[in-house]
């Protein structure tokens, strides 16, 4: 079992619509966590980081982190074709950082 | 700017040659990191550094070294490459060890090796 694990993809959501992706990790030692996208060819970028139970919004980004359930999850409002891309998931456990493999998104116009 | 700087950005080798990548953050960061990318597998983490003279392993240190003598620059070392260490490699730096900072990314190298 992947410590981080994610849904390969593709997910194709039409424009305008809400884009959900979706994490799950193994150790409950994990502290912090991070979502980055990927665009093809490019180096990841920061997203947004949530540590604490429950959502954390940043304009039509939402992180939601369950630490009963080791899951957390990206929401993307109103979609746009610009947001299509790879999705990562990182979890920080002790000074390391474990990343999944990624969520491709695909964002219909 | 602000920025982590890779080189070289694309490097084709034969096995066993030595190379050197290196990595050099302007932004004063304490942490700094090296992670190769591979299809289905994702980011994997393969020494990290908390400060200078600080380094550990990640998750996949073997056939790799780094070293941390000055805090802006952060080489990885391949001493012996081998094919099965071609990769898209990337340099991340953060502002230090703290649980909650953003890592920023270099632009890439995408090693082969022959």
């Known amino acids: 079992q992947k410590e981080v694990e994610q849904n390969s993809g593709p997910l194709s959501v039409p424009e305008g619509a809400i884009a959900s992706l979706n994490c799950t990790y193994s150790?409950?030692?994990?502290?912090?966590f991070f979502w980055y996208r990927q665009y093809s060819g490019k180096s990841p970028e920061l997203i947004m980081f949530?540590?604490?139970?429950g959502d954390k919004e940043d304009g039509r980004f939402t992180a939601q982190l369950n630490k009963a359930s080791q899951y957390v999850s990206l929401l993307i409002r109103d979609s746009q074709p610009s947001d299509s891309a790879t999705y990562l998931c990182?979890?920080?456990?002790?000074?390391?950082?474990?990343f999944g493999t990624g969520t491709r998104l695909k964002v219909l116009a | 700017e602000a920025q982590v700087t890779q080189n070289p950005r694309y490097l084709i080798t034969v096995t066993g040659k030595k190379l050197t990548v290196t990595c050099s953050q302007n932004?004063?960061?304490?942490?700094m990191s090296w992670y190769r990318q591979d299809p289905g597998l994702g980011l994997r983490q393969i020494y990290y550094?908390?400060?200078?003279?600080?380094?550990d392993k990640g998750d996949v240190p073997e056939g790799y070294k780094v070293s941390r003598k000055e805090k802006r620059n952060f080489p990885l070392i391949l001493e012996s490459p081998s094919p099965n260490q071609t990769s898209l490699y990337f340099c991340?730096?953060?502002?230090?060890?703290?649980?909650?900072?953003?890592?920023?990314f270099g632009p890439g190298t995408r090693l082969t090796v022959l």
């Open positions: 990182a979890v920080r456990r002790s000074y390391k950082y474990i």
């Open positions: 991340a730096s953060s502002l230090n060890s703290g649980q909650y900072n953003e890592q920023f």
């Open positions: 932004m004063n960061h304490e942490y």
């Open positions: 949530i540590y604490s139970n």
């Open positions: 550094s908390m400060n200078v003279e600080v380094t």
């Open positions: 150790d409950r030692g994990s502290q912090s």
